[in-house]
């Protein structure tokens, strides 16, 4: 019997080596290196799968219109850049529970409406399960095929067969590859799987969506290159606590990248979210308290306003505490800095604890001013107007840079009720339907909000 050999895998990169390191020399990441079992592989390239087309100019090529079919689920298509491109490959991510099977079962009963024919691949539920599912969801589709297999030569074999619109795969990690001799999950049966599942979408112009699990750092399961080969990278995002879910399109090669959808988690399934402020607001006191400040945050074409609230307290630790939730605590950390320095506000005995209500991640630099005011009121103990907003983005020395898109961010502000608007002098703008404060420097802004006590 012959030896069987292992060889020791980078989950983030795909490096491969005899031994174990704990650091991968390709990546750098550390404690990413897994080990496999090596059995001699088999001739599994078909002729099907090699690309025979010969070089053409670039002058001579020829391009179609891109051939789109909409889900019939408005913020689905707004993140997809309008529908689901035929021949593409999607993968959708998220942590467990979040809604990924929920909002793709969906999309099959709304596709299978316009007379489109889904095959739903589940590799980790049964036929049953998924039936009673659909009922919950009140999806009773004629051309929606449930197929429960783990196989991806079965799978294929189903696909040839049936010749569907769209293929769903529920997940990735589940299945595996007759060719390789490792276990499902592994880095191999996940770049072997997705390779042949490209292949298909590419060769039969099938549109292919596959589910991804994260780990617990939050990244997806699996090699990075998992992401490169697909089309489109859908980040399932959302507070379990809370009943909305977020859609982010981190990779789109037929869209917008930084596009948004805000959906509601009900009982009978996701529904669409048409205002966003409303329900980001809806939360937020009556009576004006210090520590909360509104801000306008840009999620791809979308402004979105959103309550941050501070709080500072004396602490009875030798090394005060600080907590961000929903906000990068190392940007926190910064405009804490610059508060000290520039402001002369001495936080360094105090806690200081930053939280953005409804549980959205604010990514973007034009919120450090509303965290800013709110921490910096929060410690006066004096209140922003609440018919205020604020925009901006703060320098080290001080000074407020502009952002961009200020004329929808106001719009928006307008829209939603609110008078005032502070915003970086360089954004300075007319708008007679809303009293501008443009400021330079930050001492600036804690002035204007002083002043109009």
């Known amino acids: ?23 991968c020399p390709e990546c750098g990441a550390w404690g990413t ?28 090529i020829h391009i179609g219109e891109e051939v789109r079919v909409s889900t019939n689920i408005s913020e689905f298509d707004r993140i997809l850049g309008g529908g689901l491109v035929q021949g593409s490959l999607v993968l959708i991510a998220g942590d467990p529970g979040i809604g990924k099977s929920t909002i793709l079962l969906q999309t099959s009963g709304e596709l299978c409406k316009n007379s489109k024919k ?63 001799a490792s276990s499902a999950g592994s880095v191999s049966q996940i770049r072997e799987c997705t390779n042949i599942l490209m292949h298909i979408a590419k060769s039969k112009n099938i549109t292919v969506i596959v589910i991804g699990h994260v780990t617990k750092d939050g990244n997806i399961a699996g090699p990075k290159v998992l992401e490169h080969m697909v089309d489109t990278v859908i980040y399932f995002e959302g507070d379990k606590y809370k009943s909305y879910r977020m859609l982010r399109a981190m990779k789109n090669r037929f869209g917008n990248t930084s596009e948004v959808g805000i959906f509601e988690m009900c009982t009978d399934g996701l529904k669409c979210v048409t205002n966003p402020n409303e329900l980001f607001l809806n939360e937020r006191s009556q009576v004006a308290v210090p520590g909360s400040a509104i801000v306008v945050t840009n ?16 602490t009875p630790y030798p090394s005060p505490r600080r907590v961000a939730n929903g906000v990068d605590t190392g940007r926190v ?32 630099p034009s919120a450090d001013l509303g965290i800013a005011l709110a921490v910096a009121t929060c410690a006066r103990d ?3 107007d609440p018919q205020t907003v604020i925009i901006g983005e703060i320098g080290l020395s001080g000074e407020i840079h502009p952002v961009n898109n200020i004329e929808k961010r106001l719009n928006e502000a307008v829209m939603t009720g609110f008078k005032k608007a502070i915003i970086p002098y360089s954004n300075k703008v007319t708008d007679k339907r809303i009293e501008i404060v443009p400021v330079k420097r930050l001492i600036d802004a804690i002035t204007a909000c002083v002043s109009a006590q």
């Open 118 to 180: 889904v095959l739903y691949v589940s590799a980790e539920e049964s036929a049953s399960q998924l039936k009673l599912r659909a009922q919950r969801l009140s999806i009773n589709a004629d051309n929606l095929y449930i197929y429960p297999q783990t196989s991806m030569e079965n799978i294929k074999t189903q696909i040839e067969e049936i010749m569907p619109d769209v293929v769903v795969v529920d997940s990735i990690q589940a299945i595996y590859s007759q060719n390789v």
């Open 299 to 314: 999620e791809g074409s979308r402004p979105l306003l959103v309550e941050i609230q501070a709080l500072v307290g004396t």
């Open 33 to 60: 290196l897994v080990e496999e079992v090596q059995f001699p592989s088999k001739p599994h390239v078909k002729d099907e799968f090699v690309n025979k087309e010969k070089p053409e100019m670039l002058k001579d």
């Open 382 to 384: 004096v209140v922003v």
């Open 1 to 23: 019997m012959a030896k069987v050999k292992s060889k020791w895998v980078c989950t983030e990169c795909g490096y491969e080596t005899a031994g174990y390191l704990g650091k």
């Open 333 to 364: 950390l910064q405009i804490l800095a610059v508060l000290e320095k520039r402001v002369g506000l001495n936080l360094s005995k105090q806690d200081v604890y930053v939280n953005v209500m409804g549980g959205i991640d604010v990514y973007e």
